[in-house]
């Protein structure tokens, strides 16, 4: 799934430094404590950062943002790539340094590394003092001082409830066997939520106010239960809640019908998240991916005219053990036609206990690094024409985030476009827009009139 940046996750409430938070989250008053939770990687783990995050304002402590004014800091990490783990070493030694100082007093690795054998070796070295992986995040409730949590810390657990967008986990784990990848291993097979339980959760979200549901898992649209498939779950979810998205997918589950029905239905967001990872046949099959890539070529033909304004991302990866300078053509040849939006280009890292790292044939890091910049070049020039387009329309924007310093909020538009803007709207407030100009990456927008635009309540435009 696409990757996130690793600054600190949003924070449910304003970060009150050393402050005991109040009696409305029924705890401990006067305690003073303070953790900070860092994340890295996907969204998945953005999510269960927010479910670490209830545990530890449960158990009275005061979210800080810096590692130093921090009693207790969570590393939540991402083991997908060699720098991810790279980057934990790097802060872990910066944690280190605090507690030798006596500015910090407890430090736990929780997520994808966490779960991989690695953590015991990092533990030692570090003198970590909890190590949590993907399946046990619960037991960090007892760690901070709570009850056992197993019951209540369940992947059930609403994430951000009452906050204006949230996660809903539909499906954990993965069941494919993608030559490079550690999913499978750190986060085990694929468990899908049962459609009642997702439901049930939806409805308690809108209710709490909740604006934006994004359905989250290693691969969404395998969701299966009892004789129900995604398109089904997609399609009930967007009859309840008023703004919809997904991610992530793979294009062997991907049915038209999810794509006729993202074009179609008025609630769910106009993008696709479709990961190729190569234009190569050959490369595809030894990935393990399942599908050729005029399969994928016809999936996009089918998105495209579902929703022809819809924003289409993929991941690529670089650089696969034997990759060739034919097989890297044949990715450039699919970024042409597929005409992305957006895309995360990686360079392959290998992975401990994964296949691609027992095969020979590695590309050599020059060849790796031209591959890649050549790619990304063609992913930003087609994405910088696509946005160009868009230059001078009116669009209704979801705000997702609020204005920064510079008075810059982010907007998205129904089609999934991210539109910098500055407005003083709240974020989970629609405003309408002109678009202005286009960079490769973003649009730019002007508000049209009042803050809140002209526009009409919600539903009604
Ligand atoms: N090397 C490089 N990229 C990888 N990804 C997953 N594993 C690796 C790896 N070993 C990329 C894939 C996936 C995204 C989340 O990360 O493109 O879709
Ligand atoms: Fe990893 Fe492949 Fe599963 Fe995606 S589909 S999580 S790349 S194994």
């Given at each position: 799934m696409s990757e996130t940046s690793?600054?600190?996750?949003?924070?449910?409430?304003k970060p009150e430094r050393r402050t005991p938070p109040g009696p409305a989250t029924g705890t401990v008053p006067g305690s003073g404590k303070t953790a900070c939770i860092r994340t890295f990687g996907c969204q998945m783990n953005v999510h269960d950062s927010d479910r670490m995050r209830r545990m530890i304002l449960d158990a009275g402590y005061a979210e800080v943002t810096r590692y130093e004014d921090a009693d207790l800091v969570i590393l939540n990490t991402c083991?997908?790539?060699?720098n991810a783990v790279d980057r934990v070493r790097g802060h872990l030694g910066e944690l280190i340094r605090l507690r030798r100082e006596g500015r910090l007093k407890k430090v736990a690795l929780t997520g994808c590394i966490g779960a991989a054998e690695e953590s015991e070796t990092l533990r030692r070295q570090f003198g970590i003092d909890l190590v949590l992986g993907t399946h046990n995040t619960y037991e960090l409730a007892e760690f901070v001082g709570l009850p056992t949590m197993e019951e209540t810390y369940t992947p059930e657990l609403p994430g951000t409830e009452g906050e204006h967008s949230a996660f809903v986990t539909i499906t954990t784990g993965c069941n494919y066997g993608c030559s490079y990848c550690v999913v499978p291993m750190v986060r085990g097979r694929m468990v899908c939520r049962s459609k009642e339980s997702i439901l049930s959760e939806v409805d308690r979200l809108v209710e709490g106010g909740t604006g934006y549901v994004t359905l989250l898992g290693q691969t969404v649209d395998a969701w299966r239960r009892d004789g129900e498939r995604f398109c089904d779950l997609l399609e009930a979810v967007a009859e309840r809640a008023p703004r919809v998205s997904f991610t992530t997918s793979h294009p062997s589950n991907m049915e038209d019908r999810t794509l006729w029905a993202i074009g179609s239905r008025d609630t769910i967001v106009k993008r696709l998240h479709l990961p190729v990872q190569s234009g190569s046949d050959r490369m595809l099959k030894i990935m393990h991916r399942g599908y050729k890539a005029e399969r994928y070529r016809r999936k996009i033909g089918v998105f495209r005219d579902a929703a022809p304004e819809g924003t289409l991302s993929t991941d690529i990866i670089v650089g696969h053990p034997g990759e060739t300078e034919e097989d890297h053509e044949a990715t450039l040849g699919l970024v042409e036609d597929c005409s992305f939006d957006s895309a995360y280009v990686f360079k392959f890292s290998p992975r401990d206990g994964t296949e691609a790292a027992t095969l020979g044939e590695p590309v050599a890091p020059e060849v790796s690094q031209r591959r890649f910049v050549e790619v990304l070049r063609g992913i930003e020039g087609n994405a910088f024409k696509r946005n160009s387009r868009k230059v001078g329309s009116v669009e209704e924007l979801y705000v997702r985030h609020g204005a920064n310093e510079d008075g810059r909020a982010i907007g998205e538009t129904w089609t999934g476009h991210a539109v910098h803007l500055k407005t003083e709207a709240n974020p989970g407030e629609y405003v309408r827009a002109t678009i202005e100009s286009a960079g490769p990456h973003a649009l730019y927008g002007s508000l049209c009139g009042s803050p809140y635009g002209d526009l009409a309540p919600y539903g009604d435009v």
């Open positions: 690793t600054t600190p996750v949003r924070l449910t409430r083991y997908v790539r060699e």
